[in-house]
């Protein structure tokens, strides 16, 4: 990985672990609805500008039934859970349980193609739940009311990026432009029998507003294009480890923006449950110079 795909990471990573602070601060005044219906279209609004820029075309009656599945469970529900979850939890926390997706995956593609589940893997699952227990017995914000329903949403976000992840392997091949474009839209329509369960609790002020473009634009659309040219140039395997970044954004920007406490339980949850995703997907650092691990 040359530098400039490195610093594509990085930022990829401190675009997406923003994420969980503009939830933090637009979820009490929006709702999670309407908070995620502005992301979801502002995104393909966008994408809708960029495709027509680039000349992409989204082959609708071909794929529609395609981009409803993945709309659904990798924007439109998950969205909808950590926002719900961000009424009541930290932004560091939000981003710890959103690392847990590599470990759900795992159990789902053994059970999907019934296959054993290797020490490594189940070493890696234990570590992640160890890793998951540490920063919600010990965060002071997990006591609040309803944190216990939060932390369940949370963790079923994560459930369904693992199964948006299986689904996409096992599906047919679509341009990914396509993918990321054809899955925000079908993600507008699915969030609208969500509105009228979740009203708005307060009128929108500027920030909360601008906190949910931002989720739209830069989290979902400017992110999608960044992770698109990240595998294009250094591979999917390469790419995943923004995984294991974004709970150190995530934990950043809610401490320097929020003023949310890093306790020595936030770091050592956070440090358990990426140690425990990297052993499940089989991720091994290697310095520059040395040679590339055989491709999963």
């Known amino acids: 990985m040359n530098s400039a795909n490195f610093l594509r990471l990085v930022l990829l990573a401190a675009?997406?672990?923003?994420?969980?602070?503009?939830?933090r601060i637009a979820a009490p005044v929006l709702g999670p609805a309407v908070l995620i219906e502005y992301r979801v279209a502002s995104a393909s609004l966008f994408l809708l500008a960029i495709g027509w820029f680039l000349k992409k075309r989204l082959d609708l009656g071909a794929h529609w039934k395609h981009y409803l599945m993945l709309g659904f469970f990798n924007s439109a529900l998950p969205f909808l859970l950590f926002a719900f979850a961000a009424r009541t939890l930290s932004a560091s926390v939000?981003?710890?349980?959103?690392?847990?997706?590599?470990?759900?995956?795992a159990l789902i593609a053994a059970l999907y193609l019934r296959q054993g589940i290797a020490?490594?893997?189940?070493?890696?699952?234990?570590?992640?739940?160890?890793?998951?227990?540490?920063?919600?017995g010990f965060d002071s914000?997990?006591?609040?009311?309803g944190?216990?329903?939060?932390?369940?949403?949370?963790?079923?976000?994560?459930?369904?990026y693992s199964i948006a992840?299986?689904?996409?392997?096992?599906?047919?091949?679509?341009?990914?432009?396509?993918?990321?474009?054809?899955?925000?839209?079908?993600?507008?329509?699915?969030?609208?029998?969500?509105?009228?369960?979740?009203?708005q609790p307060a009128p929108a002020t500027p920030g909360t507003l601008g906190a949910a473009i931002a989720l739209?634009?830069?989290?979902?659309?400017?992110?999608?294009?960044i992770y698109f040219k990240l595998i294009a140039d250094v591979g999917p395997t390469s790419a995943l480890t923004v995984t294991f970044l974004n709970p150190l954004f995530g934990i950043l920007w809610g401490a320097l923006f929020l003023h949310e406490v890093i306790g020595w339980y936030t770091i050592a949850g956070a440090?358990?449950?990426?140690?425990?995703?990297?052993?499940?997907?089989?991720?091994?650092p290697r310095w520059p110079g040395t040679a590339p691990a055989a491709a999963r």
Not at 15 to 23: A, E, K, N, P, V
Not at 94 to 105: E, H, I, K, R
Not at 176 to 191: K, Y
């Open 119 to 136: 020490a490594r893997t189940l070493l890696g699952l234990v570590l992640g739940t160890i890793g998951v227990a540490v920063l919600v």
């Open 216 to 225: 739209g634009v830069m989290c979902s659309g400017i992110a999608y294009l």
């Open 165 to 199: 992840s299986t689904y996409a392997k096992s599906a047919r091949s679509v341009e990914p432009f396509a993918n990321a474009h054809g899955s925000m839209w079908a993600s507008t329509l699915l969030v609208l029998p969500a509105l009228p369960f979740f009203p």
């Open 94 to 105: 939000l981003s710890v349980l959103n690392a847990t997706a590599p470990m759900f995956g």
């Open 147 to 160: 944190a216990g329903i939060a932390i369940a949403a949370g963790l079923a976000a994560a459930f369904c």
């Open 15 to 23: 675009i997406w672990g923003s994420s969980f602070l503009f939830m």
């Open 141 to 145: 914000v997990t006591s609040r009311p």
């Open 271 to 284: 440090a358990i449950t990426i140690a425990g995703t990297m052993l499940v997907t089989g991720f091994r």
